[in-house]
């Protein structure tokens, strides 16, 4: 604080003052640790973690203790070169006044900065104390050696000799993690300090650290972690706020390797925490391997739901896309180490918790395991010093069966820090047998070795290398997911399950072997609970909500993937018990709460639209509803009357839609469709029946107002295209249902949307409702011109460049529409179509979009009705008739035109759903979406597209008659 | 807009004003008209009723003083300035929007995709 260069005296005053009155403090409170310490050497009682303990010795501990202690007592050393260093940094300390464990005590720190001013600040900290015991054991190793370091140049050196010796002493390079009391302090301190300030500390910094680490217990896996990241501070080595960090985690290293980790979760919960706003700059290295780590971390998450999305799910999903991170870790650490400091420092501030880390016991382990995401690769590690590595794949794969429980579980977080974003190591792995091992863990009873198996397992088994989630699945991984799901009530652990599930239930293969194994499990511990729904609901409580977990959103999302593997696959989702019921649930809740956006809403909205693929030819039972004649609107009614009761539910509606219907001249067509009667019902709808009810229609409907995730659009969208599409007595009434709802208007809206996709699939869905013939009115003259602006015109751009299978998909609905319908084709004159059309068929590079503009055109002019006005705007028959160049495809394009319209556009409308899946987008996408939209629209396809040909073939017959005539008409610039 | 016999005429317009361009001694308005009483209204491409003799805009160039204000391609031309352009000819309201001496012209207009907005927001209701 001397050598600080401050206006005013008195403030340095003070602040010396303040500094001594700690020092004080600080001093009293570690005699007393001493005293501890060496009442519990004498006794003899070391706890079972720490085997090593013992031998260190407690004759060395005490001196290691003074020598802390002289370290904080003189700041000089250290803090004063830290502070030199740093003109510009605040230096704040933070004097720890009590250890008490577990109880929050109000740390006063006083914050000197550069004007001079010195302000107080009170943070009410929960300090976390481990046992004293341990704090003696590291020190041993350390006092000899570590003790001179305290000069911040120096210290790596003189620690890392410590550290080695330790070692070789004992003769085993994996010290059995002994439990890390000391971090309890150091933690406390960074906390508070950080929370007033985040930049200063030094002093604390080292003090504690020095005491704290004995890292013994992290063994070789920490230290070589520990090691790289920290290296970057060391080189930097100026007095940026890092050194100050530097220094501690140095010690940490040395000491252990634990301790570097401990700054950065410094206890579990403030790791936890902190670590998701690290990860967020993604661009460094560091913050990657973190990120791996980051998914471990379950409390953490829970409380803060955006980092955990970054972390965990999020971050898996980004990185994967950028691989090219892992690279920079290793060598980049010098750069990204200002920006990850500045981002730990936040962790600290968030991460005030009550510890965790508390439990002695417990303690190594967890900070083990943070330390473990910190970890980066141990190449660095080698270089830096030379004595000591960190072990190699097939030793942490070996340690995987270490008879020592925290040797397994720091070896399984160590593999899945190594496997973070790294295909390389993950094929090692697997190639290693390491995965078999993995699994087997899962079994294991003690929570933190299953929980770090299945981290490691959800790293594995991200990617696109299918060949890991094939092993996990050929050493009957599957079936132990599931069992450990069935256990464990631990919430980390249920999402590291789930998180697994679904990045497996990416790969085709799988998706059955899951459905046999985890289907209804999954169903009965995860969605129906997190959905709200219940059996058998209680009168007196109010339904409850969906809770948007993690857990719900990895299940539904492992659901989502597994519903596309086709008809099999859909029939086992819609008969498990509960599946459908507690989905719609949860999706009613959310429209409920207009909570529609998030990812969970998404996949429920995913399984369902697959779900909704084909029912009306799988469904059991389907066939005493099918209904040959639907197609053609007034026959239809007569039989679905047969079947239903009338239920009048729509009658009411009739007088609103009526202005709907304003200036329809053929209304009267559909009268039948206006007093269609849904069946009534004696007993409540359940199970996969739910699918297909027109109640749905509404919460689609809903979703399609209300949801601005594109995704879920797509999705809604798609849901009503399948249920429409049938010819079975339910799609007539989910069709009337839409009109009956409003539904057409918000279709309509929708085609204005900005997705490429959701245009798309609405533009498919009008196509299915338009089967209804009042529907179909309706469409064709309130969705004309909103359809004919999304069609790319020659000389403007139009305001979206929608892709090819979006034009497509508008031009055969536009072609459904006008089919049989000159009305409607005479507002797509009016529209201003043809102009557009014409340029497509004549100068458009897609040769689908030709031909689809093509079928339009033919319908168009087969009207002999509208030639009159077509010809007066300037057109004649060759503007209708397939290019000359076209003949080729023209001639073929009539049916191959529409089948592989149709196609593309399911397979394009994937992309939305594959979206599903976070981590493996490839498989998810293909599979589920594609089948259903592709199925679904199959059958529109045929219909439609026969009547147009043999309607087109009239069309071109009869241009030839058409004459040109062309009075133009007055039209004058202004 | 379109009007048919026996059933009642609603009519949603918009005001637009559009500023006009001086270039030299031309003002201009960036947009072109078709219709009229005199023209056949059945070679109007944009009316809903092929016996509407309106006013319609034809082509609004692009990034002129008509675009900018928000005139579409398809926009019936009910009033300028006031005056009703319903019932006119062509040239009338071609003179109409062509004054010199105003920099002005506020139209009123009537859009299918209007009607469909109002009916929309009144359906979601």
């Known amino acids: 604080m001397e050598d600080y260069d401050v206006p005013s005296a008195a403030s340095i005053l003070a602040s010396v003052k303040e500094q001594e009155a700690r020092f004080e403090r600080l001093t009293r409170a570690l005699e007393e640790e001493r005293r501890n310490v060496s009442l519990q050497l004498e006794r003899g009682s070391l706890p079972s973690d720490r085997l090593l303990g013992g031998n260190t010795g407690g004759t060395n501990q005490p001196l290691a203790w003074q020598q802390m202690v002289m370290q904080e007592q003189s700041p000089s050393n250290q803090t004063s070169l830290a502070m030199m260093q740093e003109p510009q940094e605040v230096v704040e300390e933070t004097v720890t006044i009590e250890e008490d464990p577990g109880t929050p005590t109000s740390h006063v720190s006083v914050v000197t900065s550069e004007d001079g001013t010195t302000r107080r600040t009170e943070t009410k900290v929960t300090k976390m104390v481990k046992t004293v015991t341990t704090r003696t054991v590291r020190q041993v190793p350390l006092g000899p050696d570590g003790l001179p370091v305290p000069e911040g140049s120096s210290p790596l050196g003189s620690y890392t000799d410590s550290i080695d010796r330790r070692y070789m002493k004992n003769g085993e390079r994996f010290i059995t993690p002994q439990a890390t009391s000391t971090l309890t302090r150091s933690y406390n301190n960074y906390s508070d300090s950080y929370n007033d300030t985040p930049d200063t500390q030094f002093r604390h910094y080292t003090l504690h650290d020095g005491y704290g680490d004995m890292p013994d217990n992290y063994g070789s896996l920490s230290r070589g972690v520990n090691y790289r990241p920290y290296r970057p501070y060391m080189p930097t080595g100026g007095y940026r706020p890092e050194n100050s960090y530097t220094l501690p985690i140095r010690k940490d290293d040395y000491g252990h390797v634990a301790q570097p980790q401990v700054p950065m979760g410094s206890s579990t919960v403030d790791l936890n925490r902190s670590q998701p706003e690290r990860f967020q700059p993604e661009p460094y290295g560091l913050e990657d391997d973190r990120r791996s780590l980051g998914p471990e971390d379950e409390e953490p998450y829970d409380l803060e739901p955006d980092y955990s999305t970054a972390n965990r799910r999020t971050l898996p999903g980004r990185t994967i896309r950028e691989p090219l991170r892992n690279g920079p870790r290793v060598r980049g650490y010098e750069d990204p180490i200002e920006a990850e400091l500045i981002d730990e420092r936040h962790p600290y501030i968030h991460g005030m918790y009550p510890a965790p880390l508390a439990q002695p016991e417990r303690g190594s382990m967890a900070s083990l395991d943070r330390m473990g995401g910190r970890r980066s690769p141990s190449i660095d590690s080698i270089r830096k010093d030379p004595r000591w590595r960190d072990p190699d794949l097939p030793e942490v794969i070996a340690m995987l069966g270490h008879p020592i429980d925290p040797v397994k579980s720091n070896a399984a977080a160590y593999l899945q820090h190594l496997c973070y974003e790294n295909d390389k190591i993950k094929k090692d792995v697997r190639q290693l047998k390491g995965i078999p091992v993995l699994v087997s863990l899962l079994d294991h009873p003690k929570a933190e070795v299953h929980r770090k198996a299945c981290g490691a397992l959800r790293n594995i088994s991200y990617g696109k290398d299918h060949d890991n989630k094939v092993a996990i699945k050929s050493c009957d991984g599957i079936p132990a997911l599931i069992r450990l799901l069935r256990k464990t009530n631990d919430m980390e652990v249920r999402e590291l399950i789930t998180g697994t599930l679904w990045n497996l239930s990416s790969y085709e293969p799988l998706k059955m072997v899951i459905i046999n194994h985890g289907l209804q499990t999954m169903t009965n511990e995860v969605i129906i609970p997190h959905s709200g729904w219940e059996h058998e609901p209680n009168e007196d409580s109010k339904p409850r909500d969906a809770e948007w977990t993690t857990v719900f959103k990895n299940t539904s999302g492992c659901l989502r993937n597994v519903s596309s593997d086709g008809a099999e696959a859909r029939r086992r989702l819609r008969e498990c018990e509960g599946l459908v019921d507690a989905l719609l649930h949860a999706l009613q809740s959310a429209v409920g709460k207009k909570d529609m956006d998030n990812k969970s809403v998404e996949n429920c909205v995913c399984i369902m639209r697959n779900l909704s693929y084909h029912v009306h030819k799988e469904v059991p039972g389907a066939e005493k509803f099918q209904d040959p004649s639907a197609l053609q609107a007034p026959g239809s009614a007569g039989t679905q009357r047969k079947k239903k009761d009338d239920a009048g539910c729509f009658g009411g509606k009739k007088a609103k839609e009526e202005w709907f219907n304003q200036g329809r001249k053929n209304g009267e067509h559909d009268k039948n469709y206006d007093t269609l009667d849904l069946p009534k019902r004696t007993e409540p709808t359940k199970g996969f029946e739910l699918l297909y009810q027109p109640e749905v229609v509404r919460l689609y409907l809903s979703l399609l107002t209300e949801s601005q995730n594109y995704n879920t659009l797509e999705a809604a969208a798609g849901a009503l295209q399948n249920l429409s599409a049938g010819q079975w007595t339910w799609s007539n009434y989910i069709r009337a249902t839409v009109r009956k709802e409003k539904g057409l208007p918000i279709l309509v809206e929708l085609l204005r949307s900005d997705s490429d996709k959701v245009v798309r699939a609405v533009a498919i869905a009008l196509r299915n409702l338009s089967i209804d013939r009042r529907n179909k009115d309706l469409i064709g003259s309130y969705a004309m011109r909103d359809l004919v602006s999304n069609l790319p015109s020659g000389q403007q751009r139009p305001a979206k460049n929608l892709e090819e299978d979006t034009v497509v998909a508008i031009l055969n609905t536009i072609h459904e529409i006008i089919t049989d319908s000159s009305e409607n084709a005479r507002s797509l004159i009016t529209a201003q179509a043809i102009d557009k059309l014409v340029a497509i068929n004549r100068t458009s590079q897609s040769a689908r979009e030709t031909k689809a503009a093509s079928h339009v055109l033919q319908t168009v002019w087969s009207y002999k009705e509208l030639r009159n006005a077509l010809t007066k705007d300037g057109w004649n028959k060759t503007h209708f008739q397939p290019i000359a160049a076209g003949t080729p495809k023209g001639s073929k394009s009539c049916k191959p035109g529409y089948d592989d319209t149709t196609l593309p556009l399911m397979e394009k409308s994937q992309d939305g759903y594959s979206t599903i899946d976070q981590r493996d987008k490839d498989s998810k996408y293909k599979s589920s979406d594609i089948s259903s939209d592709l199925q679904e629209r199959e059958p529109l396809k045929n219909d439609t597209n026969r009547k147009h040909y043999i309607r087109s073939n009239r069309p071109t017959v009869s241009l030839v008659d058409a004459c040109d005539v062309k009075p133009q008409p007055v039209d004058s610039w202004v | ?125």
């Open chain 2, 1 to 125: 807009m379109s009007f048919i016999p026996g059933q009642p005429v609603t009519a949603v317009v918009q005001r637009i004003e559009i500023l006009k361009l001086r270039d030299g001694d031309n003002l201009i308005l960036g947009f072109s008209i078709g219709g009229g009483i005199d023209q056949d209204p059945s070679q109007n491409p944009f009316s809903e009723d092929k016996a509407d003799k309106g006013i319609y805009v034809t082509r609004v160039s692009e990034g002129g003083p008509a675009e900018v204000a928000g005139l579409r391609v398809g926009d019936k031309i009910m009033q300028v300035n006031g005056w009703d352009m319903t019932m006119v000819t062509h040239d009338q309201a071609r003179k109409r929007l062509t004054k010199k001496k105003e920099d002005v012209v506020r139209l009123l207009i009537s859009r299918k995709s209007l009607e469909e907005v109002v009916r929309q927001s009144m359906m979601q209701r």
